[in-house]
Every structure is written in structure tokens, then in C-alpha cells.
């Protein structure tokens, strides 16, 4: 049972334009959620992270949205730049202490010049 | 300089041979975890820790083994029971502030020969 998908397995974007992301889950007692972006052979590096008392938080050309009552979570990334190329994973938390995150099967942006 | 040290990066085990490997942590933080990446699949999460010397299985435990003696660190043990070992292996580390960020090694690939 999935309870984090990421649906588009993989997405191409121009460079220059908006890369949207999309995350939903089904277990509505996550509280926290954070975006990893991960190059191959490498571990998962942290871009951005929004609780469940906010619906967007901003952090220079990375946006996140959450949207509660959809259970759905999405991270835009404008403008799109090639070294934006990645794998990037949604993770998921149920609560603010030292709980498990529970990870998407993550997007391949492939940002063309 | 802080971070999360992972060895070997590259291991070769033959079938039916115990394999240990090693994660270190300068963070001081408390939680470490260890995950599975397959090609085009998600992280998995095999094991957790949330304090020395206390542990809890995770998704995929099955055929692992972990221990927990120093807070610095988590070494992950596939044994042979572990049907398929040959996968990318990602420890991790959190501490208890707020925020709930886990900060990734840079991972290790095994493969059963």
C-alpha cells in the first residue's frame, strides 16, 4: 500500500519555464512535508520543507504547496535550470519529533536548454 | 567538516556472505536511518534509531541487522537472508529540532556476485 505517490515518473521541461512537481498521499496524519533532489550514485540532498499550519512556502526559485483537504503536495521551480536535472523525491512525516519519513518513488526533471 | 560518512562506496559480496557497512555521523544529532533505493523505485527504509541503543525495524528489515553502541553511529549488516541485497544503500541522520530535515550520506552501492 503507497501511501506517497508521485504519479509522473518522469517530466522534460524547457529551460527557463515553470517545473511543477506533484506528490499525493493518503494518510491524512502527516504533518510535515519536505522535497529531496537527488543525483544518481549520490544521497538525497534537502531543498525545501512546509508544515501542515502553512500552504505555501518560498525559498528563492523553489515554492512549495500543500494543499490539505486534496492531500496533495507539489513544489514548482522557477525558472527551470539545467542543473535542476534531477530525481526528486516528496518525504512525509506524521509528526515533529524524530519519526520515519516515508519517501515517493520520486520525478526525473530533465530540464532542456 | 559536518556530515555523514558512509563506507565502502562500492562493496562486492558473494552469495551467502554477511556484509557490514559502516555510517558515521559528526551532527551530533539523535535519529539515524538507513534506506534502500532500487533502480526506479522509491527509498525504502530498512531500520531506524531514535537514541543510542535502541532500534526499530522498518518496511524491508527482513535479512538486515543493525546496532546502535555510539550515537555517531549505525552500522547496517545484510546478511544472507536478504533475497535481494544488490540495491544502493543511503544512511541518514536528524536531530530533534524542529524542522524534521534528514541529512543524507552519499551512499552505498552493493552487488551480489
Known amino acids: 500500500d503507497q501511501q506517497v505517490k508521485q504519479n509522473s515518473p518522469s517530466l522534460s521541461v524547457q529551460e527557463g519555464r515553470i517545473s511543477i512537481l506533484n506528490c499525493d498521499y493518503t494518510?491524512?496524519?502527516?504533518?510535515?512535508f519536505l522535497w529531496y533532489k537527488k543525483y544518481p550514485a549520490e544521497g538525497p540532498t534537502f531543498l525545501i520543507s512546509?508544515?501542515?499550519?502553512?500552504d505555501k512556502n518560498e525559498d528563492g526559485r523553489f515554492t512549495v504547496f500543500l494543499n490539505k483537504s486534496a492531500k496533495h503536495l507539489s513544489l514548482h521551480i522557477v525558472p527551470s535550470q539545467p542543473g535542476d536535472s534531477a530525481v526528486y523525491f516528496c518525504?512525509?512525516?506524521?509528526?515533529?519529533?524524530?519519526?520515519?519519513?516515508?519517501f515517493g518513488t520520486g520525478t526525473r526533471l530533465t530540464i532542456i536548454p | 567538516d559536518g556530515g555523514i560518512t558512509q563506507s565502502p562506496k562500492y562493496l562486492f559480496r558473494k552469495e551467502g556472505q554477511n556484509v557490514t557497512l559502516s555510517c558515521e555521523q559528526n551532527?551530533?544529532?539523535?535519529?539515524m536511518y538507513w534506506y534502500r533505493q532500487d533502480p526506479g523505485q522509491g527509498l525504502r527504509l530498512i531500520y531506524y534509531?531514535?537514541?543510542?541503543?535502541?532500534?526499530q525495524k522498518g518496511d524491508i528489515a527482513e535479512g538486515y541487522s543493525v546496532s546502535r553502541e555510539k550515537k555517531e553511529s549505525f552500522p547496517l549488516t545484510v546478511t544472507s537472508a536478504q533475497k535481494n541485497p544488490t540495491a544502493f544503500y543511503l544512511c541518514?541522520?536528524?536531530?530533534?529540532?524542529?524542522?524534521?530535515?534528514?541529512?543524507f550520506g552519499e551512499g552505498s552501492w552493493l552487488t551480489v556476485v
Open positions: 541518514a541522520s536528524k536531530d530533534r529540532d524542529p524542522g524534521n530535515t534528514i541529512y
Open positions: 494518510n491524512s496524519m502527516f504533518d510535515y
Open positions: 534509531s531514535q537514541i543510542v541503543n535502541d532500534f
Open positions: 551532527l551530533n544529532h539523535d535519529a
Open positions: 518525504a512525509l512525516t506524521s509528526n515533529f519529533g524524530n519519526e520515519k519519513l516515508t
Open positions: 512546509i508544515s501542515s499550519i502553512k
